[in-house]
């Protein structure tokens, strides 16, 4: 029970997922809750309910022109067929909306190996209209997630196509290790993990040119005469957003606490932005979540 619980989540926060990402989290590797036991012995039905809070909203290496701090809450079901259903909700603090994204999506596990393991599935991205996040330009995403263990060391390749109100493709490389300390903390069956990873992102970028067309006046113009850019000067950038060319790198450390049915994690990661367009003024950036996850089977 204890591998069964370690697993589960640390694929479902390794984005770097990510994620995500991490998704994340809202991080860069989406469906966040899509990172289920796909690397037990046997399959088990399993039901998993978490909480989240991080520092800022991040999607496949973009942020928005301000930070978005949320909450988030998930569920997530696996069958022991390998099918899997979830369900994420989303609330940005600095935001109007009661609930700023809801997910709903499905997908399949499957084993090739001991070592090759992988998960393929779909996601569908519910935004309020007031919504201000950068994701909220992309309602879509098929996700195909395929991992291989070294022993030494955990690779993964995810592959994202959204489409919506704009069309992306993204290959995300991660690399992480997972090692766990082998004495307890407050009882017999605690213990503390550690999952640090590397992750790069390549891919296009057209969810931004959407976001600046559906959010005029929110991005910082190159220009200092003229502080914001409108609409109609948004095509210049068209062309830049759809070559496929390297869009993030970034490490994580997370640090959790375990029992046998549930996970308080601690995870920093930073973050270092490539080929930002011109309206997008994205920096490097430390970003800092809070993670709880309960799991029932």
């Given at each position: 029970?204890?591998?069964?619980c370690?697993?589960?989540?640390s694929?479902m ?15 860069d ?6 990172r ?12 998993s ?20 701090p949320f909450?988030?809450t ?5 069958a022991?067929?390998g099918f899997?259903?979830y ?5 940005v603090f600095?935001?109007?909306?009661i ?9 399949y ?6 070592q090759?393991t992988?998960?393929?599935s779909?996601?569908?991205f ?9 994701k ?6 098929i ?7 070294f022993?030494?060391f955990k ?12 069309s ?15 004495w307890?903390i407050?009882?017999?069956n ?8 590397i ?13 600046g067309v ?16 409108q ?11 759809s070559e496929?060319?390297?869009?993030n790198?970034s490490?994580k ?19 270092l932005?490539f080929n930002?367009?011109g ?19």
């Amino acid at each position: 029970m204890k591998k069964i619980c370690i697993l589960f989540f640390s694929l479902m926060l390794n984005a770097l997922g990510v994620y995500a990402d991490g998704h994340w989290l809202l991080n860069d590797s989406i469906p966040k809750a899509a990172r289920p036991d796909t690397d037990t012995v046997a399959r088990k039905q399993s039901l998993s309910v978490g909480v989240s809070m991080g520092s800022d909203a991040q999607f496949f290496g973009r942020t928005g022109p301000q930070k978005y701090p949320f909450f988030n809450t998930d569920v997530i079901y696996n069958a022991k067929s390998g099918f899997f259903v979830y369900g994420s909700l989303y609330k940005v603090f600095t935001s109007n909306p009661i609930i700023d994204e809801t997910d709903i999506g499905a997908g399949y596990l499957y084993r090739v190996t001991p070592q090759l393991t992988g998960n393929v599935s779909y996601t569908r991205f519910i935004f309020n209209r007031n919504a201000l996040i950068i994701k909220s330009a992309s309602s879509n995403d098929i996700n195909f997630n395929n991992s291989y263990d070294f022993k030494i060391f955990k690779a993964g390749v995810v592959m994202d196509y959204l489409f919506g109100e704009s069309s992306d493709f993204f290959i995300t490389l991660n690399a992480s290790k997972y090692f766990e300390t082998s004495w307890s903390i407050f009882s017999d069956n605690d213990y503390l993990s550690f999952n640090p990873g590397i992750q790069f992102i390549v891919g296009t970028q057209n969810f931004v040119q959407k976001y600046g067309v559906n959010h005029p006046g929110r991005f910082d113009h190159d220009s200092d005469q003229n502080p914001y850019i409108q609409p109609p000067l948004f095509p210049q950038y068209a062309g830049y957003n759809s070559e496929f060319k390297l869009l993030n790198y970034s490490i994580k450390i997370p640090i959790a606490y375990n029992q046998p049915h549930y996970t308080f994690e601690f995870a920093y990661k930073y973050s270092l932005p490539f080929n930002v367009e011109g309206i997008l003024k994205n920096h490097r950036e430390s970003f800092y979540n809070l993670t709880f996850y309960y799991l029932f089977y």
